[in-house]
Every structure is written in C-alpha cells, then in structure tokens.
C-alpha cells in the first residue's frame, strides 16, 4: 500500500502561480512514477503530468507545457507540481497518483493509487 497527502491548493488570480506537494508514503520503493491528474466539475478526470521516480523521465499534457513543471525529492518521497500563469480554465481538484508499473502515460487506468485531492479556484 501506498499513501499519498497532496497540499497547496487555494484561491489565486489568473496569471499567477501556486505549487502543489504530494508526500507519499508505506510502500514507496514499489513506486516507478508519481503523476498529478485534475478534475473539474462535471468533467471525467484528466492527465496534468508525470515524472518517474528514479530516471527523471516527465511527460505534460498539452494544454499545461511550458506553464506547469512536475518535479521530484526522493529523500523527502515528494513530488511537486509548479504552476504558473494559472488561467480560470486550471480550476479543478487536483490528485496526485501512482503509478507502480514503467512508463510515464497518462492514463488514469494505469495509476493503482490516488490522494484525496486538492482544490484549485482560479479567478479571472
């Protein structure tokens, strides 16, 4: 098993930043990559981005390159997710979740563990 805690969301104005955390925690050795995903409401959840535990390997969706940067602490078992140049459209709850087999895709079939989210409000 494996327990992930995410922090940092909040309220924020478009065109600013905040950074998201997610601590993981039990079985971390069994983790091969740790991805962020966001769901608004009434949407289905979505791919944010992905980065592998050990190789640094990252992946980003499309909509978020360039503004988001996913990035890791082994010693600490976070990963962190950087956004900047936030725009309403980000606003969501945002999970963290992992993924024990290789690859960094976003599919959210292929992530065996989820945190209970943080909620993102971007005001325009």
């Known amino acids: 098993q494996v327990q992930l805690a995410e922090s940092g969301g909040g309220l924020v104005q478009a065109g600013g930043s905040l950074r998201l955390s997610c601590a993981a925690s039990g079985r971390t050795f069994s983790i091969h990559t740790m991805g962020w995903f966001r769901q608004a409401p009434g949407k289905a959840r979505e791919f944010v981005a992905a980065?592998?535990?050990?190789?640094?390997?990252?992946n980003y969706a499309d909509s978020v390159k360039g503004r988001f940067t996913i990035s890791r602490d082994n010693a600490k078992n976070t990963v962190y997710l950087q956004m900047n140049s936030l725009k309403p459209e980000d606003t969501a709850v945002y999970y963290c979740?992992?993924?024990?087999?290789?690859?960094?895709?976003?599919?959210?079939?292929?992530?065996?563990?989820w945190g209970q989210g943080t909620q993102v409000t971007v005001s325009s």
């Open positions: 980065i592998s535990w050990s190789g640094g390997d990252t």
């Open positions: 979740g992992v993924r024990l087999g290789l690859g960094v895709g976003g599919l959210v079939s292929d992530y065996n563990y």
